[in-house]
């Protein structure tokens, strides 16, 4: 069975931190992996990896998927209050392109001013 | 902008009622999704539509059925509510051709009592 896995689950950081999010997977047939934001509403794109080993970037937040080891990351450096969210991983995957995603339990990240 | 849009942010409904949760994009996409949303377990899909007329089931499609007449409508239908119904209700739309980001709307948060 295809799974996402996100850790940790929630995490307390002041501003001004750098804080690591992690996403592993066990899929069959990887055809790229996204990170979502999610505030008190619907979530927001952020990035989409498709190549092992390119890092992703967008401001103070960055991404890297490692294929090999079937994981990725998302960076947040200088964290603001505003990165308070819920952060979400999914995957895409499957022999068929119906755009089906597999979502990870997400993230829960807080900073405190 | 791309857009897309739920009935209702908040819903409130007694069990065994039908319930009707209706989505709407305007970008023209083939694939829509509704899923739902409880702490701990992230996004779990209801069910998807690659086409008018054409559903999948999801992970979890007990208790629940979908409708989708026109292109950028997908409705979710509650037979009978239960308490067990109680949740966010995200919709989401994408592409058929890739890339396969999903968009989605703001969330139904149904209460069932």
């Known amino acids: 069975e295809d799974k996402v896995v996100q850790s940790p689950l929630s995490l307390v950081v002041h501003e001004g931190d750098t804080v690591t999010l992690n996403c592993s997977y066990e899929v069959t047939n990887f055809r790229s992996l996204l990170w979502y934001k999610q505030e008190k509403k619907a979530p927001t794109f952020l990035f989409m990896l498709?190549?092992?080993?390119i890092e992703k970037k967008s401001g103070r937040l960055s991404s890297i998927l490692d294929k090999k080891e079937l994981f990725s990351i998302l960076n947040i450096t200088a964290t603001q209050t505003g990165d308070s969210a819920i952060y979400l991983c999914?995957?895409?995957?499957?022999?068929?392109?119906?755009?089906?995603?597999?979502f990870g339990q997400g993230t829960t990240l807080q900073v405190k001013p | 902008d791309v857009k897309v849009t739920q009935s209702s942010r908040y819903l409130v409904k007694r069990t065994g009622e039908k319930v009707f949760l209706e989505c709407v994009q305007d970008m023209d996409h083939e694939n829509m999704f509704w899923y739902r949303q409880d702490p701990g377990l992230g996004l779990r899909l209801i069910y998807f539509?690659?086409?008018?007329?054409?559903?999948e089931k999801g992970d979890i499609p007990e208790g629940y059925s979908v409708s989708r007449e026109k292109k950028e409508r997908f409705s979710l239908i509650l037979e009978s509510a239960s308490t067990n119904q109680t949740s966010m209700y995200l919709c989401?739309?994408?592409?058929?051709?890739?890339?396969?980001?999903?968009?989605f709307g703001p969330g139904t948060r149904l209460t069932v009592t």
């Open positions: 539509s690659y086409d008018v007329k054409m559903k």
């Open positions: 989401a739309s994408s592409s058929s051709s890739g890339p396969y980001e999903q968009y």
């Open positions: 999914a995957v895409e995957a499957g022999s068929s392109n119906t755009g089906k995603l597999i």
């Open positions: 498709t190549s092992s080993g």
